[in-house]
Nanobody
């Protein structure tokens, strides 16, 4: 079992930046592939970014590539999402998620985009981008 707590959301103007954090507890953080997802109102949850257990490989949705950066600090049991050049369409509740089922090879590909492969979820943090 692992508990995830996401934080760092807020209200920002278009073009601005935010850093989301997700702190884990309960099991060694390095065991998990980590991902960020988001869900806008009246929409399905969608993949944002993922990172391998060691942090050596990252994967992004096309909609955020070049603007968002996922990173992790296993010593601090924390994963981050640096969001730059935010757009109104980035407005959503952002969730962090952890998977101990995704293999090292799978962690570098599209499997990480599928919410069903993640075992644990944080509570979500709201990001609102005004135009």
């Amino acid at each position: 079992q692992v508990q995830l707590v996401a934080s760092g959301g807020g209200l920002v103007q278009a073009g601005g930046s935010l850093i989301l954090s997700c702190a884990g507890s309960g099991r060694p953080f390095s065991r998990f592939v980590m991902g960020w997802f988001r869900q806008a109102a009246v929409q399905e949850r969608e993949f944002v970014a993922s990172i391998t257990r060691s942090g050596d490989y990252t994967f992004y949705a096309d909609s955020v590539k070049g603007r968002f950066t996922i990173s992790r600090d296993n010593a601090k049991n924390t994963v981050y999402l640096q969001m730059n050049n935010l757009k109104p369409e980035d407005t959503a509740v952002y969730y962090c998620a952890a998977s101990n089922r995704i293999t090292s090879a799978q962690a570098m590909g599209v499997i990480t985009m599928i919410a069903g492969w993640y075992d644990y979820w944080g509570q979500g943090t709201q990001v609102t981008v005004s135009s």
